[in-house]
Every structure is written in structure tokens, then in C-alpha cells.
């Protein structure tokens, strides 16, 4: 060999490593932005309590008196994966009337917040007549600190607390399911798996996980979906074993027969209202589709509180209190 050729074969050889290395930081790179950005999924910085109750009171979500009349037991429940979920169960004078003794009212929170924060739609329920129960997801307030998968598991730790409702209030009871944002999704996740409640209310979800990651990649984190979307989906699975494509509210909604309630604020960047149109599209059921004016993330209860009441009212009283 001469020495040109030698030349050219090692000039070539480092050309190559040097691309390997480049490469291989890159891809190092993208796994370490990946894994942060699943952490933000999976480990959210979840508010305090303290903090929910004193922002729900600050944004008129909770008032002081009415929350303190409210009879409240709590319960801690036994998810199937080995932590705890804590839950409260709320009744007043109204709920305990003979005539509303099969009026079960479950309430999911959503994401980062907690129990309390399902206490406004509690309140308007118990004066439909409903008893209310309230609790934390896995990984927020006081239930078991697994990690948070978007309606994934959550939807089987709902199936667990309906269950207890069923086992503590009797089989006769018809149960209403109300989620907000995240606890929307689950709602809807749920019919996925069981069909066994009377009616859904769904304020502000989204249709499904991938689609939504790929709308806040863009909105939110400014980064390109087409590049990191196949490495969340990696991360996600080897981390909680779950796939993102498993969280799809969306697929519940078309099989399931329950009529639901969709809520949505027009105004809604985080997760767009145009999923909740998409959703109500694709329902089968009994439906009705509530766009809340100028509302934005899980604040139509807020912006309109009469209107929301009435609205949740009419549809209990057309698709739950007439089938009975």
C-alpha cells in the first residue's frame, strides 16, 4: 500500500468516528431531553393540598362556608397495584334523602392538582342529590406515589373506586363519572374496559395521549414531535409499561353505550377544545356537547358557573333521572 492511499484510508477512518461520535451524542442528547420530558409526565411536581384549597377558594372554586357543611368521611381504598388511594366521601342534607339513596356521584381531579379540586363540581352534583366521592390519582395528594400515566393505570384505579361504591352503597346505586382535564380522560378511558356506570361528564379532555404530546412538543416545549415522539413513546414503555397509544378516551367514547356530557372551554390552548368536538363527533350515545365562551384550561365551571350548572343538570335530568 502506498503511503497516499494510507493516508487517505486513516483520514477516512477518523472522518468515520468522528461521525460516530457525533451521532452518538446526539442520540445521547435526545435521550436525556426525552427522559426529562417523561419525568414531566410520569413524576409531575404535584400541588400541596394547602396550596389546592387556598387557590380553589382564591378563584372562587370553593366556598369556605359550603365546603365546611359538607359531611365528610374519609376512606382510604386499596389499589390493585400496592398503594393506597385516599378519598373522601362528601354528603349533606340533600344527598341523604330516601328518594336520592341511589344517586353516587365519582369525581376525578386532574393533573398535578388533586381531590379538592373536584370539590365545585362536587357541590353542584350533591345538589342534584348525589353523593360525591372525591380522590387523589396515583402520584398526587395523599394516594400512593407510582407513577403518573395519564389514564393508563388511572383508569383502573377508578374501576377500583367504583367498585368500592358498589360494594359499600349497594348494587342498586347509579353512578355518575366527572373528571376534569386529566380526570376527564380517565372517565372516558374507563369505558374501555367496563361500561357498568349511568352517565359521563368530560370538562376539558383530550381524545388521546399522542395527540395531545404532539400538540404541547409543538406549543409548550417547541420541539420537533416528528423527532422526539418515537423516543417518548420508548421511554414511557421501558419506564411504566405502558403505551401512549393505550390512552385513547377516544376509543372508549365509540364503543361505549353511557351517555356523556362533553365540557370544554373555547378558549383552550393546553388541550384543545377541538378534541372534545372530535370525541362528541364519534359518540354513539346519548350526547351533548357544552363549548363554554372565552373559557380557557379546565375554567368553564368559572367563567359561566349558572350556565354550567344548568347544563349538568338538564343532561342528568334527560339521560339519568328518565331512565330510572
Not at 48 to 61: L, Q, W
Not at 72 to 88: D, M
Not at 212 to 239: E, G, N, S
Not at 285 to 295: D, V
Request: aromatic letters at 10%; proline letters at 3%.
Amino acid at each position: 500500500m502506498t503511503m497516499l492511499g494510507l493516508t487517505i484510508r486513516t483520514a477516512l477512518s477518523r472522518k468515520d468516528r468522528l461521525m460516530v461520535i457525533g451521532i452518538s451524542i446526539v442520540v445521547l442528547i435526545l435521550l436525556l431531553a426525552t427522559y426529562q420530558l417523561s419525568n414531566i409526565i410520569l413524576k409531575p411536581r404535584v400541588k400541596t393540598p394547602e396550596d389546592i384549597y387556598k387557590r380553589e377558594v382564591e378563584n372562587g372554586r370553593i366556598v369556605p362556608d359550603l365546603f365546611k357543611s359538607m359531611e365528610k368521611t374519609k376512606i382510604q381504598i386499596p389499589s390493585r397495584y400496592g398503594y393506597t388511594l385516599s378519598a373522601v366521601v362528601l354528603e349533606n342534607d340533600v344527598t341523604k334523602r330516601i328518594e336520592n339513596n341511589h344517586k353516587v356521584a365519582v369525581l376525578c381531579h386532574g393533573y398535578t392538582y388533586g381531590k379538592l379540586g373536584a370539590i365545585v363540581y362536587a357541590h353542584i352534583l350533591m345538589e342534584l342529590g348525589f353523593t360525591a366521592i372525591i380522590y387523589d390519582h396515583r402520584n398526587h395528594g395523599e394516594s400512593g406515589k407510582k407513577y403518573t400515566t395519564m389514564g393508563y393505570y388511572e383508569k383502573y384505579d377508578l374501576e377500583t373506586v367504583i367498585d368500592w361504591c358498589y360494594v359499600n352503597f349497594g348494587k342498586d346505586i347509579r353512578i355518575v363519572t366527572h373528571g376534569e382535564s386529566m380526570g376527564a380522560a380517565t372517565v372516558l378511558n374507563y369505558l374501555n374496559i367496563k361500561d357498568n356506570v349511568a352517565l359521563t361528564i368530560a370538562d376539558c379532555g383530550y381524545s388521546d395521549l399522542r395527540t395531545l404530546l404532539r400538540h404541547q412538543m409543538k406549543t409548550i416545549f417547541h420541539i420537533p414531535h416528528v423527532i422526539f415522539m418515537p423516543f417518548a413513546i420508548f421511554c414511557l414503555k421501558l419506564r411504566a409499561g405502558f403505551n401512549i397509544k393505550d390512552v385513547s378516551p377516544i376509543d372508549g367514547v365509540k364503543k361505549s353505550k353511557t351517555p356523556i356530557l362533553f365540557i370544554h372551554g373555547d378558549k383552550d390552548t393546553y388541550v384543545p377544545y377541538q378534541m372534545s368536538i372530535k370525541m362528541y363527533k364519534e359518540c354513539k350515545a346519548p350526547k351533548k356537547l357544552y363549548l363554554a365562551k372565552g373559557a380557557v384550561h379546565a375554567n368553564s365551571v368559572v367563567v359561566d358557573y349558572e350556565q354550567y350548572k344548568r347544563v349538568v343538570r338538564d343532561f342528568i335530568k334527560k339521560f339519568y333521572d328518565n331512565e330510572r
